[in-house]
């Protein structure tokens, strides 16, 4: 029996956790954020809203270009350079206090973010063998799942039991942690473009071959965005406030446990075995929550949803970049995160819309939609590619 080669190598393990320590900083401040604007900055929560909104835009429209600019610096280069950057940025939080001056930091922030995670996104694929794409992309992807759970649970813990000066510095040290990390980051297999066109083309822009999973995996997003921007909103009105840590502690436990499984099912059966359980799995996971009237019933959607996220997203990003060939890495990572950025955007504003006018039961239920659309799509490209 052939050896398999192994995923876990200092180069994984050290983007890995540079990885997890740029998205702790992300969540950290996604939940912090609007707290700090609406008791500190006596903003209303429209305002506070802007802060999520503004850092995606950035976000969505530099990521295109990120894939170029990868290829022209240097993959290890922007990354430590962004990083930095992003550093940087995390300090300020603490001697910024304009709220005006806040949105600008936000959005300056998003730039580097952006790069950043397209970077390490695209190294980790670079640095795993090919033959194990589909379980490697999956332990990577939950360096941003775990982070969805660590970043919250630190941020508002030391917001409850200290301050907000000293949450801004203790999100700063972690991400010193994860800079350091980045140092130990090998060179760059492919070597950087020193003669780069001076006019941008589309496939500078995007991966035409990443296109059709980034548009499914945008589906995905847009329904996400009903767990990611409302949760807290709607267990408050169920007074289950006080369990959303938990739920987000059973969605990243999950993960984890099923994690190894999803992984070496993709890589050893095709994308159709976990992608068409995991969209069905997220679909329950929300029907449940629409109708939640206990505790168990959230946790037990919480564990759904997570089983469906973190089966799904990891293989749809898995797809994209092996749509294309290995030195387009970059921008298919950028393509597919252009899009699952996008539908992350849209789908906080939609829903946000429909949760006003029709209540959060119904957003729920509305975000179904969007699942069972990615599911047919899914279904029918798989039948075209096999006949």
Known sequence: MKKKEPIWTKPFISLFTTNFSIFIIFYGLVSALPLYATDVLSRSDEDAGLLMTIFLISAILVRPFSGKILDIVGKRKMLWTTLSLYLVCTALYYFIEPFEALLVLRFVQGIFFSIATTASGSMAADNIPISRRGAGLGYFTMSTNLAVVVGPLIALTLVQYF???????????????????????????????????????????????????????????????????????????????????????????????????????????????????????????????????????????????????????????????QSTKHERSGYATATFFTLFDTGLAIGSYILGIIATQLGYQNLYLFSTIFLIIALIVFIVRQKKTTV
């Not at 109708?291 to 168990?296: E, H, I, L, R």
Request: glycine share 6%; charged share 10%.
């Open 163 to 321: 301050s907000y000066e000293f949450m801004f510095l203790a999100l700063t040290a972690l991400l010193v942690i994860g800079a350091l990390t980045a140092l130990m980051i090998p060179e760059d297999k492919k070597p950087a473009n020193s003669l780069p066109k001076t006019k941008l083309t589309w496939n500078d822009l995007f991966e035409k071959k990443a296109l059709p999973v980034a548009l499914m995996a945008s589906l995905i997003a847009f329904s996400y965005a009903s767990v990611l921007s409302y949760l807290s909103i709607y267990s408050q009105g169920k007074g289950l406030l006080h369990l959303t840590s938990s739920f987000f502690a059973v969605f990243a436990i999950v993960m984890l446990v099923t994690r190894p499984f999803t992984g070496r099912i993709f890589d050893e059966k095709g994308p159709k075995y976990i992608i068409i359980p995991g969209i069905l799995s997220f679909i329950l996971g929300l029907v449940l929550l629409a109708y939640v009237d206990s505790p168990f019933l959230y946790l037990l959607s919480g564990a759904f949803v997570g089983l469906g996220y973190g089966a799904v997203v990891p293989s749809f990003q898995t797809l994209a970049i």
